[in-house]
């Protein structure tokens, strides 16, 4: 249900035909790597994390992996995921097909890790876990909803030059 309410609110963007959706799982970044047939750090993955009583969502590189330092420096407060409970409530997205598309209004806003602009193109999930969407990065920050900014929050990427 989630895929079509993304692929309707990616109509507004026209791109609602670039949604692929498969016949196998692309809940994790490995899967979706290999069922869209790409190296995983092209797979945006998106991670949601309790800001105070709001959440936010993090979208990075699948070779990107939060540091805790630059988390705290930033918000001012430890990483803490969403549970699979929680990040449905807060996203409308069950766990696997989080993304930063089709958001409620309130209570979350989204943010992209410089860690997917060495590519031309990336692959956040598209509502479920078997489906993405490829964007490049500015069509990814024209799209997500409730965008709030580019950050620089995740480590270990630095190391793949692709």
């Not at 895929?3 to 309707?8: D, G, H, L, S």
């Not at 590189?61 to 805790?68: E, F, I, P």
């Not at 409308?92 to 806003?109: D, S, T, Y």
């Amino acid at each position: 249900m989630s895929v079509v309410k993304v692929r309707e609110y990616l109509k507004d963007f026209g791109m609602e035909e670039r949604i692929r959706e498969f016949d196998v799982s692309s809940a994790t970044v490995e899967l979706a790597a290999e069922a869209v047939g790409v190296i995983p750090a092209r797979i945006a993955k998106t991670l949601s994390f309790h800001l105070g009583e709001e959440a936010i969502l993090i979208v990075c590189a699948g070779d990107a992996k939060v540091d805790n330092k630059k988390f705290k420096a930033l918000y001012g407060t430890k990483a803490r995921m969403l549970t699979p409970e929680q990040a449905i409530a807060f996203t409308g997205h069950a766990v696997g097909g989080v993304c930063p598309f089709a958001l409620p209004k309130e209570r979350i806003r989204s943010y992209l890790d410089v860690s997917m602009k060495r590519f031309d193109t990336i692959f956040p999930a598209a509502g479920s876990a078997s489906s993405a969407v490829v964007l490049s990065c500015e069509e990814l920050e024209r799209c997500a909803s409730n965008m709030a900014g580019w950050v620089d929050v995740c480590k270990g990427w630095q190391e793949n030059t692709l």
